[in-house]
């Protein structure tokens, strides 16, 4: 049980950001800077047979940072550790892995998911990651109903009543459990296709507001968000402080930024990063050329293309 | 069937708006200008005993509509098309007042929320107004489950495609009637205690979005934004063009702003109005003083302070 009405209306006057209150682990880091664009990259997005190439191309490139995925990740710490020994490249965010549904019909399914999340949790952590991205349900799984998934991750039944849990709201323990490995959760909108039951950043942010977890985030990606926003600049200044990563695809075939020529415009969404100070990752999720060499070619021409539409922003 | 993908695309570049691709009846007078702020008031709450006196003192205290409630409107045309002659006050929108739920189980509820809308929207389009408030379902409604209830509305199962309906998707069809009625369906989005089916602008925004209809548009509340936003000026940002009306109250106990000291602060809200080029109105939704002189002392202190803030902001 928590009454917010005391917070809520003392921040409601604070600058335009979300008024997340301490919504991050690294509140002070990354909300007051001029913000950065620093690009990420999937690893199964980069060109290079294996891992050092792949290092060695993004570096190449100019990209600060690698998305590994998270399954079988605490297995891999040891590995990526190694590669990036002497590097000038970090491991950005962390992508899902985990098994199971948070909000999962099936109990034992929910189980699942707590526990290998916390395991990815700790192996972000040792990476010194941003964050693992998590998806509430595909819409393959066989979830709750909406607003009962909503209560069991947040615990808020009504806006200013907590319900009492035991265990804690789903999304408090795990918060609390990323802010503990030095990492973070990071909830993740899709489009209605691959999840119905969050698809805008601005319920992303809502839940982040609602956990109010030092370990709690969001994110947002411009695949999705071209289909279910309205506004990108809306969307990002909705998400703030509770914003730690930004995915990137082209805005009519998924892949690497430049292939749909003028609809690849990320300008307005770049103005949104800018206002609010960001100082994560944006990340390349999308497919590519299967030859290496072009799709190490296009790959150059998308860090040139972004970094041209940051200027601009 | 529509395939969005290309107009999608080619309105991702598009100014920091919402990507409406005409979303409003009104688009070219509403995005395009310098915002203004026209401030309205909703009968029951102005000070006054009957119409002439409330309309005597929305005039003195420099407001410039009034927001009559929906209920029996076709009945009342006549009479506010009387009181207002010869007055510098127009109506702005019209709150319900409809029967019926538009998403309930039930079909009879959902044909007597269509039937009893349609009556009040031609009144609303013979008194010239903004448009019709409607909120899809309150939590006490016995309505469809969540993504069913959002497909009957909206028509879209998928993002790149619309259901074959027969009929039309229900708010297509109210959206066309509104249009040729000359007025317009506003969507509300209220916090969870009072809808928890539309709770944010942005999801407001995106059924505007997916229904596409010029007569189609929503607004926001500053008193359930309090709750459920985290960054007024984005949730503003996203309703973009679709954005046609906004209610007012305190920010701590729902009253005439002002009551609430510091916690009634909307320069960021204003912000994000004034970035979208705003020509609606700001309406106030609230409780106030009993006795009637008193409320109107504090309406003149809340218009001052409106003022004071739109300045600023």
Redesign the interface.
Do not use: Q
């Given at each position: 049980m928590m009454r917010?009405?005391?917070f809520?209306?003392?921040a409601?006057?604070a600058?335009?950001?979300?008024?997340?209150g301490g919504g991050s682990a690294r509140a002070a880091e990354t909300s007051k800077g001029k913000a950065v664009l620093k690009l990420s990259c999937q690893e199964g997005v980069m060109a290079g047979r294996d891992l050092k190439e792949k290092l060695d191309n993004l570096e190449e490139l100019g990209f600060a940072a690698l998305e590994p995925h998270g399954g079988g990740l605490p297995q891999r710490v040891d590995k990526y550790k190694q590669a990036l020994e002497g590097r000038n490249v970090k491991i950005s965010a962390i992508c899902a892995g985990f098994q199971g549904c948070i909000i999962g019909v099936d109990p034992d399914d929910r189980a699942k998911a707590m526990r290998t999340m916390k395991e990815i949790l700790t192996a972000a952590g040792q990476l010194g990651s941003t964050g693992m991205i998590i998806v509430p349900a595909f819409n393959r799984a066989k979830a709750l109903?909406?607003?009962e998934a909503r209560v069991l991750l947040t615990g808020?039944?009504?806006?200013?009543r907590r319900k009492t849990h035991d265990p804690k709201p789903l999304l408090v323990e795990l918060g609390e459990f990323a802010a503990q490995a030095g990492t973070r959760v990071v909830l993740e909108p899709l489009?209605?296709?691959e999840c119905?039951f969050m698809?805008?950043?601005?319920?992303a942010?809502?839940m982040?507001?609602d956990v109010s977890s030092p370990g709690m985030a969001m994110m947002g990606d411009f695949w999705h968000m071209?289909?279910?926003?309205?506004?990108?600049?809306?969307?990002?200044?909705?998400?703030?402080d509770?914003l730690h990563h930004v995915h990137m695809a082209s805005?009519?075939t998924r892949r690497i930024p430049t292939t749909?020529g003028?609809?690849d415009?990320y300008?307005?969404g770049f103005?949104?990063l800018k206002a609010i100070g960001y100082q994560d990752y944006v990340s390349l999720e999308c497919g590519g050329p299967k030859d290496q060499g072009e799709r190490k070619k296009v790959l150059a021409n998308c860090v040139k293309l972004l970094k041209e539409q940051w200027e601009k922003a």
């Open positions: 917010r009405r005391d809520m209306a003392a409601a006057g600058g335009i950001g979300a008024a997340s109903p909406h607003k808020f039944d009504r806006w200013d489009n209605r296709d119905y698809r805008t950043l601005a319920d942010a809502s982040c507001k071209t289909w279910e926003e309205t506004c990108d600049m809306g969307a990002f200044l909705t998400g703030g509770y805005r009519r749909d003028d609809a415009n300008v307005v103005k949104g």
